[in-house]
């Protein structure tokens, strides 16, 4: 057994790379009021250069470390010149997004380059090991423990006593208060994206080396980590973020000691949503003022919805309905069936990031709990199919509502934070809770799709059955928004303030959209687990709901048909002419990007 | 007989900045009551504080004799109280009749049954199903609406289908007034209704408050443009540094010395002691 030592000074050591993530992103937000979702792709990247320069080109350490941090430096450079300045004056959410195209691009780009397999990154030390009282130090934590002790210091006296340091501390508090007093803003920020780089790049080499093992999977989990810290220690605080980032390492630290390992990521993400709940500002901050009033809301970009007709719609319906009596391509019908169960999820999603403005990232956990219940219930209670697919709607809506509840009362970018982070969480218990889900094995042998005692498992029934739930659905939320609770939604979205002055109660009205949203999300899961036949804790993931997130967005937030279309676009499309899987997450990045920098309102308009 | 709205030493510190100090005021039935001061005075936050937005660290807020401090905005809305505010605040993605109608919010009666526990499902499942009752409800708020919207010329009414976001300023700051007639309230606040307008468009609203005031609507104003406060108001509430320095009718506090100083003095005084 390991001493309570070890795990402390391993919990530093974790807390010290965590710290070199979470300060840049504080930087970040600092400066543009921004949470940099491509931050952990820099990290990423920051560890495959160090990965070449040791394995192919065998440099020394100390050459080693420059190396990355200026690679880093330049790509952060490069994101924040081409990818995030061109979006100085759009809605308030654009960036985030951008900053998560960038991420999926960056990643996939690694992964094409390199193979998703992982690979070994000799840590370049010797191997010896100090003894202090009970437990051991390596050179490796020493190096560590330096390097975040120096890179804090380096930036104290930066942001304290150079021109460009002050120039940074002024744009952080007052942006255009320090462009008007002359301060060069674009310059600043810049100054600040290659910091920011150059340390989460240096992390990811360090992790790199402590794990001896890096893979393009990292990413994700890095920017994760990061902004728990961040958010621990307060957003945009950068000594907060040090301390959030030791506090984290130390608490993952010991719950690894007393649960093991695979309950890692469940400790941050529970800590994440607690501070968010209890202290949304950090551990630190201490006012909580209500947010400037806006002249207009700038959530979502203004445009003109395109109205497309009603027999236009009846007319397309109609034409997908009769598609396989028509034509014999079981590969079609097959894609189509998957993009009608993707539209089922955007519906869900347009409904909450886009009439509620609750832009959720966590949205395939809906999907998750949707095809755990439907399949249990079949699988363990013997319900029939028809009867497990409708209770499972019913349980995600409820269930979904409840853990996405303590984000109602936040907004803006914390409200995507912990519905990425209760996503995580779900996925997490899923993985976790052996007894219920079977865990890492997951559930096999899911009953294939049966109403009334009829089988509908072959290719055409469940093609027109995920078609038929998916025009009910459609048409459920069509006359929703033309409700009261229609521009109720929207009114919450534009300004919240304003919305509850006239007695629109958050908890209620959210609570509403996520329980509509959350059955149409629960049938689409549980379709999918008894089309799939096996699931398991990663068949519904944090690629999807991006994916949904970016197709909600090419149709238009809150538009039920441009949901539909996006769907049929970016599931469809690509399966139609084939392109490669590990292109598709790709080609989901750059529609994802240019979208956010040319047509903010998709294609058919937000509503 | 009580005041409708009764302050009692409402106090709101901001760290060591008392944003609120103090305050005591009454709102008789029917009245016209102005607040004015300089900025920073305090008086949006005395709003904020009212309508339940913000919390005192003192003191106390009744309305129509019943304790509201503490209250959620939402609940203080059912009871009755309206405001607009400072900067404006309209729904920029909703038209002008959606804006209006989210004003009518705490009256929908027929959709929004008052079941305990599963209301709010019951409000879902009757705003998907829309029955005669819901539905004739919707028509005769929108009728309404419309009604409301008159009051404003040809102002609003031709633009009632269009996006507040394409309003003007002074359009924007109408829907305001109108969404929050359309509470039907028995208190209006009103923060500052003609900042940014014109002459025209300020003698224009004037005319609308006094018409307001004329039906025996009661009134809260926060307002800089002296003229409009000496004209409209049965009383005029002054605050500086978050406290009450003087009230009364407004020909009396224009001539306060306290007044005068608040308004003046402030900034004066260091450079008058650096002349020494």
Same mark, same amino acid.
């Given at each position: 057994?390991?001493?309570?030592?070890?795990?402390?000074?391993?919990?530093?050591?974790?807390?010290?790379?965590?710290?070199?993530?979470?300060?840049?992103?504080?930087? @970040?937000?600092?400066?543009?009021?921004?949470?940099?979702?491509?931050?952990?792709?820099?990290?990423?990247?920051?560890?495959?250069?160090?990965?070449?320069?040791?394995?192919?080109?065998?440099?020394?350490?100390?050459?080693?470390?420059?190396?990355?941090?200026?690679?880093?430096?330049?790509?952060?450079?490069?994101?924040?010149?081409?990818?995030?300045?061109?979006?100085?004056?759009?809605?308030?959410?654009?960036?985030?997004?951008?900053?998560?195209?960038?991420?999926?691009?960056?990643?996939?780009?690694?992964?094409?380059?390199?193979?998703?397999?992982?690979?070994?990154?000799?840590?370049?030390?010797?191997?010896?090991?100090?003894?202090?009282?009970?437990?051991?130090?390596?050179?490796?934590?020493?190096?560590?423990?330096?390097?975040?002790?120096?890179?804090?210091?380096?930036?104290?006296?930066?942001?304290?006593?150079?021109?460009?340091?002050?120039?940074?501390?002024?744009?952080?508090?007052?942006?255009?208060?320090?462009?008007?007093?002359?301060?060069?803003?674009?310059?600043?920020?810049?100054?600040?994206?290659?910091?920011?780089?150059?340390?989460?790049?240096?992390?990811?080499?360090?992790?790199?080396?402590?794990?001896?093992?890096?893979?393009?999977?990292?990413?994700?989990?890095?920017?994760?980590?990061?902004?728990?810290?961040?958010?621990?220690?307060?957003?945009?605080?950068?000594?907060?973020?040090?301390?959030? /980032?030791?506090? =984290?390492?130390?608490?993952?630290?010991?719950?690894?000691?007393?649960?093991?390992?695979?309950?890692?990521?469940?400790?941050?993400?529970?800590?994440?949503?607690?501070?968010?709940?209890?202290?949304?500002?950090?551990?630190?901050? /201490?006012?909580?003022?209500?947010?400037?009033?806006?002249?207009?809301?700038?959530?979502?970009?203004?445009?003109?919805?395109?109205?497309?007709?009603?027999?236009?719609?009846?007319?397309?319906?109609?034409?997908?309905?009769?598609?396989?009596?028509?034509?014999?391509?079981?590969?079609?019908?097959?894609?189509?069936?998957?993009?009608?169960?993707?539209?089922?999820?955007?519906? /869900?999603?347009?409904?909450?990031?886009?009439?509620?403005?609750?832009?959720?990232?966590?949205?395939?956990?809906?999907?998750?709990?949707?095809?755990?219940?439907?399949? =249990?219930?079949?699988?363990?209670?013997?319900?029939?199919?028809?009867?497990?697919?409708?209770?499972?709607?019913?349980?995600?809506?409820?269930?979904?509502?409840?853990?996405?509840?303590?984000?109602?009362?936040?907004?803006?970018?914390?409200?995507?934070?912990?519905?990425?982070?209760?996503?995580?969480?779900?996925?997490?218990?899923?993985?976790?809770?052996?007894?219920?889900?079977?865990?890492?094995?997951?559930?096999?042998?899911?009953?294939?799709?049966?109403?009334?005692?009829?089988?509908?498992?072959?290719?055409?029934?469940?093609?027109?059955?995920?078609?038929?739930?998916?025009?009910?659905?459609?048409?459920?939320?069509?006359? =929703?928004?033309?409700?009261?609770?229609?521009?109720?939604?929207?009114?919450?979205?534009?300004?919240?303030?304003?919305?509850?002055?006239?007695?629109?109660?958050?908890?209620?009205?959210?609570?509403?959209?996520?329980?509509?949203?959350?059955?149409?999300?629960?049938?689409?899961?549980?379709?999918?687990?008894?089309?799939?036949?096996?699931?398991?804790?990663?068949?519904?993931?944090?690629?999807?709901? @991006?994916?949904?997130?970016?197709?909600?967005?090419?149709?238009?937030?809150?538009?039920?048909?441009?949901?539909?279309?996006?769907?049929?676009?970016?599931?469809?499309?690509?399966?139609?002419?084939?392109?490669?899987?590990?292109?598709?997450?790709?080609?989901?990045?750059?529609?994802?990007?240019?979208?956010?920098?040319?047509?903010?309102?998709?294609?058919?308009?937000?509503? | 007989?009580?005041?409708?709205?009764?302050?009692?030493?409402?106090?709101?510190?901001?760290?060591?900045?008392?944003?609120?100090?103090?305050?005591?005021?009454?709102?008789?039935?029917?009245?016209?009551?102005?607040?004015?001061?300089?900025?920073?005075?305090?008086?949006?936050?005395?709003?904020?504080?009212?309508?339940?937005?913000? &919390?005192?660290?003192?003191?106390?807020?009744?309305?129509?004799?019943?304790?509201?401090?503490?209250?959620?905005?939402?609940?203080?809305?059912?009871?009755?109280?309206?405001?607009?505010?400072?900067?404006?605040?309209?729904?920029?993605?909703?038209?002008?009749?959606?804006?209006?109608?989210?004003? &009518?919010?705490?009256?929908?009666? &027929?959709?929004?049954?008052?079941?305990?526990?599963?209301?709010?499902?019951?409000?879902?499942?009757?705003?998907?199903?829309?029955?005669?009752?819901?539905?004739?409800?919707?028509?005769?708020?929108?009728?309404?609406?419309?009604?409301?919207?008159?009051?404003?010329?040809?102002?609003?009414?031709?633009?009632?289908?269009?996006?507040?976001?394409?309003?003007?300023?002074?359009?924007?700051?109408?829907?305001?007034? &109108?969404?929050?007639?359309?509470?039907?309230?028995?208190?209006?606040?009103?923060?500052?209704?003609?900042?940014?307008?014109?002459?025209?468009?300020?003698?224009?609203?004037?005319?609308?408050?006094?018409?307001?005031?004329?039906?025996?609507?009661?009134?809260?104003?926060?307002?800089?443009?002296?003229?409009?406060?000496?004209?409209?108001?049965?009383?005029?509430?002054?605050?500086?540094?978050?406290?009450?320095?003087?009230?009364?009718?407004?020909?009396?506090?224009?001539?306060?010395?306290?007044?005068?100083?608040?308004?003046?003095?402030?900034?004066?005084?260091?450079?008058?002691?650096?002349?020494?």
């Amino acid at each position: 057994m390991t001493s309570w030592l070890d795990h402390t000074i391993n919990g530093l050591i974790v807390g010290n790379v965590y710290a070199l993530i979470a300060v840049g992103l504080a930087l @970040i937000f600092g400066v543009s009021r921004l949470i940099n979702f491509a931050h952990g792709s820099v990290y990423v990247v920051g560890a495959y250069v160090g990965w070449v320069a040791v394995v192919h080109v065998a440099t020394p350490l100390v050459l080693t470390i420059p190396l990355v941090a200026l690679m880093s430096a330049a790509l952060g450079l490069v994101i924040e010149r081409f990818g995030l300045r061109p979006l100085q004056n759009s809605v308030r959410i654009a960036p985030l997004l951008a900053t998560i195209g960038i991420s999926f691009v960056l990643d996939q780009i690694v992964l094409l380059v390199f193979t998703p397999n992982p690979r070994a990154l000799p840590s370049q030390l010797p191997d010896w090991r100090l003894t202090v009282g009970s437990g051991t130090i390596g050179a490796l934590d020493l190096l560590i423990a330096g390097i975040g002790v120096a890179s804090a210091v380096l930036l104290f006296g930066f942001l304290r006593f150079t021109r460009l340091g002050w120039a940074v501390r002024a744009t952080a508090q007052d942006r255009d208060a320090a462009q008007q007093m002359g301060v060069d803003v674009h310059a600043v920020n810049q100054v600040v994206f290659g910091i920011a780089s150059a340390l989460g790049g240096i992390s990811g080499l360090l992790v790199g080396m402590y794990y001896n093992q890096i893979d393009p999977a990292m990413s994700l989990q890095a920017t994760l980590k990061g902004v728990v810290a961040e958010v621990v220690g307060g957003v945009g605080n950068v000594p907060g973020a040090v301390v959030g /980032s030791l506090l =984290l390492g130390l608490i993952e630290s010991y719950g690894i000691a007393m649960l093991g390992t695979s309950y890692r990521n469940l400790f941050a993400f529970l800590l994440l949503v607690l501070i968010l709940v209890l202290r949304p500002n950090g551990l630190f901050a /201490s006012a909580r003022q209500l947010p400037p009033e806006p002249l207009t809301g700038t959530f979502i970009a203004p445009s003109r919805p395109l109205r497309v007709p009603g027999w236009v719609l009846l007319a397309a319906a109609t034409a997908f309905a009769i598609v396989p009596l028509v034509l014999d391509a079981p590969y079609l019908l097959q894609t189509l069936t998957n993009a009608w169960l993707f539209a089922m999820l955007a519906l /869900s999603l347009t409904l909450i990031a886009g009439s509620v403005g609750q832009v959720s990232l966590g949205h395939a956990a809906l999907l998750a709990i949707g095809g755990y219940t439907s399949a =249990l219930l079949a699988l363990t209670w013997g319900v029939p199919v028809g009867m497990a697919i409708l209770a499972a709607g019913v349980v995600t809506a409820a269930l979904g509502t409840l853990l996405v509840s303590p984000s109602f009362r936040l907004r803006g970018h914390y409200v995507s934070i912990a519905t990425l982070a209760i996503g995580e969480i779900v996925a997490l218990t899923i993985l976790n809770w052996e007894s219920v889900t079977r865990g890492p094995i997951g559930l096999v042998g899911i009953p294939p799709l049966q109403v009334f005692g009829i089988d509908l498992g072959d290719a055409r029934s469940v093609y027109w059955v995920s078609l038929g739930v998916l025009v009910l659905l459609a048409a459920l939320q069509f006359r =929703l928004l033309g409700s009261h609770l229609g521009r109720s939604f929207r009114a919450i979205r534009d300004d919240d303030v304003a919305a509850r002055v006239y007695g629109l109660g958050l908890d209620r009205y959210k609570s509403l959209a996520f329980i509509f949203g959350g059955f149409a999300a629960g049938i689409s899961g549980a379709i999918a687990a008894h089309l799939y036949s096996y699931i398991n804790h990663e068949t519904f993931n944090t690629q999807q709901s @991006i994916l949904a997130l970016t197709i909600v967005i090419l149709g238009g937030l809150g538009n039920v048909v441009g949901a539909i279309v996006g769907a049929v676009a970016l599931v469809g499309l690509p399966e139609i002419f084939r392109v490669a899987a590990e292109y598709r997450i790709l080609i989901y990045g750059v529609v994802l990007l240019l979208l956010v920098r040319f047509r903010p309102q998709g294609l058919m308009g937000t509503v | 007989m009580s005041a409708l709205l009764e302050l009692r030493g409402l106090t709101r510190r901001f760290g060591g900045l008392t944003a609120v100090d103090g305050i005591d005021l009454d709102v008789e039935d029917g009245e016209l009551v102005s607040i004015i001061g300089p900025n920073g005075a305090g008086k949006t936050t005395l709003f904020n504080l009212v309508t339940g937005l913000d &919390a005192p660290n003192a003191g106390s807020v009744a309305f129509a004799g019943a304790p509201i401090t503490g209250m959620t905005p939402e609940r203080i809305a059912a009871l009755g109280l309206a405001r607009t505010f400072q900067l404006g605040r309209v729904f920029a993605n909703l038209s002008v009749m959606d804006n209006v109608l989210i004003g &009518a919010h705490t009256r929908l009666a &027929a959709v929004r049954p008052k079941v305990p526990l599963v209301g709010p499902l019951l409000e879902l499942a009757l705003a998907l199903w829309r029955p005669p009752a819901v539905k004739a409800e919707e028509a005769a708020l929108r009728a309404e609406v419309r009604d409301i919207l008159s009051r404003f010329g040809e102002r609003l009414l031709p633009r009632i289908d269009q996006p507040a976001y394409s309003l003007s300023y002074a359009n924007r700051r109408r829907v305001e007034i &109108a969404r929050a007639l359309a509470l039907k309230p028995r208190l209006l606040l009103l923060d500052e209704p003609t900042a940014g307008m014109n002459p025209t468009e300020t003698a224009e609203m004037q005319a609308l408050v006094a018409e307001l005031k004329a039906s025996g609507l009661t009134i809260l104003l926060i307002e800089h443009k002296l003229d409009m406060v000496m004209r409209l108001s049965d009383r005029v509430v002054v605050m500086d540094e978050g406290r009450k320095i003087a009230e009364g009718p407004g020909a009396a506090v224009r001539s306060d010395p306290k007044v005068i100083e608040a308004y003046l003095g402030h900034g004066l005084r260091p450079v008058a002691a650096a002349a020494e």
